[in-house]
């Protein structure tokens, strides 16, 4: 039998822009899911994007506001290590020299890693895997940062980014995700020819889409992505369209809140090119679905589409052949709207005798001593 060692992975922050209320789009939802993680028995693991908070540091001299925030952030991220999730490394370059004014952020900053020099991009992961360690030391002084998702997936392909993971001591980069493709104003990438999209490999070092012949001193484990039937996505499409106009009438008769909207998604996301009609269309699903190609992201899936997801990944991992499957899920605390879907999910497989929660260190040590990496054979 394979057992499927699942990774339950939620990247933690604001929106791409710096826009939305900190404590409804991550102090709030972090901790609704950790009290279900909690309730079930899960560990889970978080991506705490650090450029955000370093930015809030070097802001809160001037305004008394981001103090009481950052503070209430290192709180939120410390307590909920203290019940044994685990807080992972990631970096969202955007933020570098952001602007503060009436309240608001101003990020004009390049989105992309691979558009900044070695020695900038080093001084990012550097302070965030700093920052991390410093505040986590105190709980448990063993404690490390061992992977990295980069912001927008950006991590290939580029002559540095994985020696510098390497330098830093990260075991293995989650930012693979295969088929994905962006070419908006604010990310350009091409992940539709990935030579692997499922199991654990080394890379090509200086491109992550490939796989390397031999060993290398860090791991790629993609963040898995699934197809979902056409039927399902319609469905779910037909849902979301739904409960958008519903929010919106919601909005609009409370005075409008400075919540984090499916149009702002859009918006940030949207695609340079196409016609109006494909526009039209991308815009209501974009980015995670294209056609029927699914990024595994709870936040963006209902209860049966999370079934198809694991249907889809027990298939494979049995196809394998190998005893132990890693996974990576991905989530975002930000957009997850529906928490019973995935309160139900979570009970379901974690009654389930091939699946085993892992956090993010916990695979990282897997990764090392036991399970199969692949090489070009
Ligand atoms: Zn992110």
Redesign the pocket.
């Known amino acids: 039998m394979t057992t499927i060692h699942l990774a339950l992975v939620d ?1 933690w ?1 604001l929106s791409g822009d710096g826009s939305g209320d900190i404590r409804r789009l991550q102090f709030e939802p972090l901790r609704r899911l950790v009290s279900i993680y909690n309730g079930l028995g899960i560990r889970g693991s978080f991506n705490a ?1 650090v450029m955000q908070q370093l930015t809030f540091r070097q802001h809160q001299g001037r305004h008394q506001e981001l103090k009481v925030l950052a503070d209430e952030w290192d709180d939120v991220v410390r307590e909920t290590f203290r019940q044994g999730h685990d807080i992972q490394l ?1 970096i ?1 370059p955007q933020w570098q020299n952001a602007k503060y004014k009436d309240g608001r952020w101003k990020l004009t900053a390049d989105w992309s890693i691979l558009n900044y020099s070695r020695e900038a991009a080093l001084q990012m992961l550097q302070g965030g895997k700093e920052y991390l360690e410093n505040l986590l030391h105190e709980i448990d002084p063993k404690y490390r940062c061992v992977s990295f998702r980069s ?2 997936w950006c991590i290939a392909p580029s002559p540095h980014m994985l020696d510098l993971l390497v330098k830093l001591g990260i075991v293995f980069d989650m930012s693979i995700v295969a088929g994905v493709k962006y070419d908006t104003r604010n990310i350009k990438l091409d992940y539709t020819t990935c030579e692997e999209d499922f199991l654990p490999y080394y890379p090509v070092m200086t491109d992550a889409r490939r796989v390397s012949d031999k060993a290398e001193p860090i791991v790629c484990v993609p963040t898995n992505c699934f197809y979902a039937s056409r039927r399902l996505v319609f469905r779910h499409h037909l849902e979301k369209v739904g409960s958008k106009v519903k929010r919106k009438i919601g909005q609009q008769t409370a005075g409008g809140n400075n919540d984090r909207s499916v149009e702002a998604y859009g918006e940030q996301w949207a695609q340079i090119d196409g016609s109006l009609v494909k526009r039209i269309y991308r815009k209501g699903i974009v980015p995670y679905l294209k056609g029927k190609h699914t990024i595994s992201d709870l936040a963006q899936l209902d209860y049966r589409l999370m079934t198809e997801m694991l249907d889809s990944i027990r298939k494979r991992a049995k196809a394998s052949g190998l005893t132990d499957v890693p996974i990576v899920l991905e989530n975002h605390t930000k957009d997850l709207q529906n928490f019973s879907d995935l309160e139900r999910f979570l009970e379901k497989a974690s009654g389930s005798s091939d699946i085993q929660f892992v956090t993010l260190t916990e695979l990282a040590t897997n990764l090392k001593e036991n399970f199969k990496i692949k090489t070009r054979s």
């Open positions: 990247d922050e994007e990631h969202h912001g927008a």
